[in-house]
Nanobody
Framework: VQLQASGGGLVQSGGSLRLSCAAS????????IAWFRQAPGKEREGVSC????????NYTDSVKGRFTISSDNAKNTVYLQMNSLQPEDTAVYYC??????????????????WGQGTQVTVSS
C-alpha cells in the first residue's frame, strides 16, 4: 500500500494550489481518503475527507468554502484544490487512508496508511 502526496509549494496569500494523493495497493473505492496538515509546533489536524461515509465529503471549518476535495477513481488519485490561501494554511500536508466508513474522520489514529507529506507555504 502506498500513498504519494505531491503539489505543495510556495504561494502568496490569496493564491491557489492543488495537492494530489496517488494511491496504490488497495481497492480505492473501499477507502476513505483524508488530508491532514501539521504546522510547526502544532498537532496534526484533519482538513478534509472523501468517501467518508457513503461517498460523502467533509471539511474542517477553517477551510470550508476555500478548499475542495475530489477524486479521480480511474487514476486512484484524490485532489485537494486550495483557493484563497492564507498564511495560517502553511503546514506540511499529508494524505491518509482507512477503510470506509469513517465517522470521526479527523482522528489521526484511525488511519492505517499515510503519504510522505508535501510542504505548503503561504507568504503574506
Amino acid at each position: 500500500v502506498q500513498l504519494q502526496a505531491s503539489g505543495g509549494g510556495l504561494v502568496q496569500s490569496g493564491g491557489s494550489l492543488r495537492l494530489s494523493c496517488a494511491a496504490s495497493g488497495f481497492t480505492f473505492d473501499d477507502y476513505t481518503i483524508a488530508w491532514f496538515r501539521q504546522a510547526p509546533g502544532k498537532e496534526r489536524e484533519g482538513v478534509s475527507c472523501i468517501n467518508c461515509i457513503d461517498g460523502s465529503t467533509n471539511y474542517t471549518d477553517s477551510v470550508k468554502g476555500r478548499f475542495t476535495i475530489s477524486s479521480d477513481n480511474a487514476k486512484n488519485t484524490v485532489y485537494l484544490q486550495m483557493n484563497s490561501l492564507q498564511p495560517e494554511d502553511t503546514a506540511v500536508y499529508y494524505c491518509a487512508a482507512v477503510l470506509s466508513p469513517v465517522f470521526l474522520w479527523g482522528l489521526v489514529d484511525l488511519y492505517d496508511y499515510w503519504g510522505q507529506g508535501t510542504q505548503v507555504t503561504v507568504s503574506s
